[in-house]
């Protein structure tokens, strides 16, 4: 995957890299991970390295083969909640704590039916996971 350097700002936030510090700066002083291409237009692109594409699908392969162990996690963090359901974003503030994918929202809770469901009480955006008894 390649992507433009300049829409990597809107990841700031989740590389952990502060505004004054420019993020072509960090990914060419990472040049084991990311790979740097201009194209004819002189736009700056981003891309992972072959190593570091090895890297991801390895860890993608461990979170995967770890994702029941995952879920009897989460299952006591929610047991020990008083309503027994949390804000699913406190849920993705822990997600490297429990060994979950970027996307566990998407997939990863549905795969649990009789664990876990989101429930969205009101009105207002906040969304819970919520335990299943």
Known sequence: MVIPVCSLSHYRK??????PYRISDFLRKTPKLFELYKDHKGVLWC??????EVLMEEHKRV?????????????RFLMMSVDKRLPLEK???F?????LLMDFRAHWVHQYPQHFRVVK???DDVEFLELVS
């Open 14 to 19: 989740q590389i952990n890299l502060p505004k």
């Open 47 to 52: 891309g992972l390295t072959q190593k570091a």
């Open 63 to 75: 979170i995967e083969k770890n994702e029941d162990k995952a879920a009897e996690y989460v299952t």
């Open 91 to 93: 849920i993705a503030h």
């Open 95 to 99: 997600r490297r704590d429990f060994g």
């Open 121 to 123: 009480p009101s009105l």
